[in-house]
């Protein structure tokens, strides 16, 4: 599933050719949605906003579409008349008289009023945006201090998007990592310190990944990898899909874990138990 900084980079891209542009056809392949065609259809995008992995298209009679891309849901931008070679079905077209933002196999699909949306089931019980501007560590620290957020692992907590949105497996991993915590600590057994760490941690590795399109490592390193190892996937993160390999800082080899159904990769001497 996308992670919030891959869903705003969606967003960045979708805003780019439908901000300020009149939407001349509006396509819902949903039944239930086609009432919304002559809504939508002549109205300008005013905006394309992020809440966690959830997106939302605002037009400028007061009207958002919620979009959802879940496990499969992707985003194509294609010039207007030119669609994408793909077997994939489509959901969603936004077309401008050049170009057209279209969304493929995704299910959860919603219109709104933009007054309503806080009524949204999702979106109203979301936290903060990880990318948010407005969020800062000790924003962060203070909810896991927070008594319904404490008691749980942290392998737990960093997938809840009511504690944070836009965070997902390969965040979790990457952000315990660099705190150096064990997925199975909890923050009310976490020190002052740690907190800390793990508080600027958990804002500084999404900003990293949305910055380098998907990497989390730190320029230098990844630059390095790159002359070195073939392979996107296999050069951009300190553990997450790298189990047996030797870790970057120590040299262990990177461990495997399934917590509720969730792969999640860790390094035993750089994250200890206790």
């Known amino acids: 599933m996308p992670e919030g900084p891959e869903i705003r980079r969606a967003a960045d891209r979708i805003a780019h050719v439908l901000v300020d542009e009149p939407i001349e056809e509006v396509l819902f392949a949903f039944p239930d949605l086609q009432r919304f065609t002559p809504v939508l259809s002549g109205q300008r995008v005013l905006e394309v906003e992020t809440r966690g992995k959830a997106l939302l298209t605002h037009f400028d009679n007061d009207y958002a579409i919620y979009s959802h891309n879940q496990l499969y849901g992707v985003w194509k931008i294609a010039k207007r008349g030119k669609m994408p070679a793909t077997n994939r079905s489509l959901r969603l077209a936004l077309h401008t008289s050049r170009h057209s933002a279209l969304l493929y196999s995704a299910s959860d699909i919603s219109v709104w009023p933009r007054d309503e949306l806080g009524m949204h089931t999702f979106l109203a019980t979301l936290g903060p945006d990880l990318l948010s501007a407005r969020l800062e560590w000790q924003d962060v620290s203070e909810r896991l201090q927070s008594p319904r957020f404490a008691g749980r692992s942290l392998a ?41 760490l793990l508080a600027r941690e958990t804002l500084k590795l999404p ?24 392979g996107f996937e296999r050069r951009r993160f300190f553990v997450f899909g790298r189990d047996g390999r030797a870790c970057y800082q120590c040299g262990d080899k990177i461990r495997r874990d399934s917590i509720g159904s969730r792969r999640i990769y860790w390094c035993p001497t750089c994250q200890p138990e206790s």
């Open 156 to 196: 737990a907590l960093y997938l809840d998007q009511h504690f944070l949105a836009g965070s997902g497996n390969y965040l979790r991993s990457e952000i315990l990592f660099c705190a150096g915590l064990h997925p199975k600590r909890r923050p009310k057994d976490l020190s002052r310190g740690e907190r800390g």
């Open 207 to 230: 900003k990293r990944s949305y910055e380098t399109a998907g990497i989390t490592l730190p320029p230098r390193l990844a630059a390095t990898l790159k002359k070195k190892v073939k």
